[in-house]
């Protein structure tokens, strides 16, 4: 009697008990291709610096180019050189002054979004290598900066205290100092002197600066794809 009173009560919890749940799908696995896309993007957008300073790296270092060749070619020029182009040497040399300093002008006005972008943008994280190697770069790009703010500091002084102002592309002439005194004409020839000799550590800071650049690409580094607009391609990190 027990056992047929049994019976239909588990025939009746068989047709009545819900189904079993199936196990959970973990939520990570699901969301571990977006995490993996989002995190690749990001590390791709890291490693490279803001477009503001790619286009400001590049502007400016055409402008250290042109500054530096014209002032070379400057030095170079005699009464005979072919660049002259029926100028005497007094005027080829004033010709290419103007240009010198004249770009001068525009990489002095590019200092402060440079330096801004570069205080309020991301940084990439240092490309592998070693404590020597970071050091170097560190210091070599700590002396770029500093040669950024020197040599245009050291030329408007220049011309200013020397009285003679700055020129614009022959547009116009930012003034010089109407009043000069001889202590002025002093300073402005020591300014001279200053912004000569820093002029000349940079044809030796320049090529290094380079040459590193070009170690990181022998590594197997993208390197210029960090600075360079419209390299979109990720840095290897090893």
């Known amino acids: 009697m027990l056992l047929r009173a049994r019976a239909p009560r588990l025939l009746f919890r068989s047709f009545t008990a819900s189904p079993p749940k199936a196990a959970p799908t973990p939520i990570a696995p699901r969301l571990l291709p977006a995490r993996r896309s989002l995190s690749s993007s990001a590390v791709q957008f890291e490693e490279q610096y803001a477009g503001g300073l790619q286009w400001l790296h590049w502007a400016m270092a055409a402008g250290f180019a042109v500054t530096l060749g014209t002032a070379k070619l400057s030095q170079w020029t005699t009464a005979d050189t072919p660049w002259n182009g029926g100028r005497t040497k007094g005027q080829t040399k004033g010709y290419l002054m103007t240009i010198h300093k004249s770009t001068a002008v525009l990489l002095t006005a590019a200092i402060v979004p440079r330096v801004a972008l570069k205080l309020l943008t991301r940084v990439p994280a240092a490309l592998p290598g070693g404590r020597l190697e970071h050091l170097a770069a560190d210091v070599s790009h700590g002396l770029l900066y500093g040669f950024m703010l020197w040599m245009p500091a050291t030329g408007m ?82």
């Open 157 to 238: 002084a220049m011309g200013y205290f020397g009285g003679k102002g700055v020129p614009f592309f022959w547009q116009f002439t930012i003034p010089g100092k109407a009043d000069k005194t001889k202590e002025d004409g002093a300073f402005a020839g020591k300014m001279f002197g200053w912004h000569t000799t820093a002029g000349s550590l940079l044809y030796y800071l320049i090529p290094i600066h380079v040459g590193g650049a070009m170690v990181h690409v022998l590594k197997g580094h993208a390197i210029f794809a960090r600075i360079t607009p419209g390299l979109n391609a990720a840095v290897k990190s090893a």
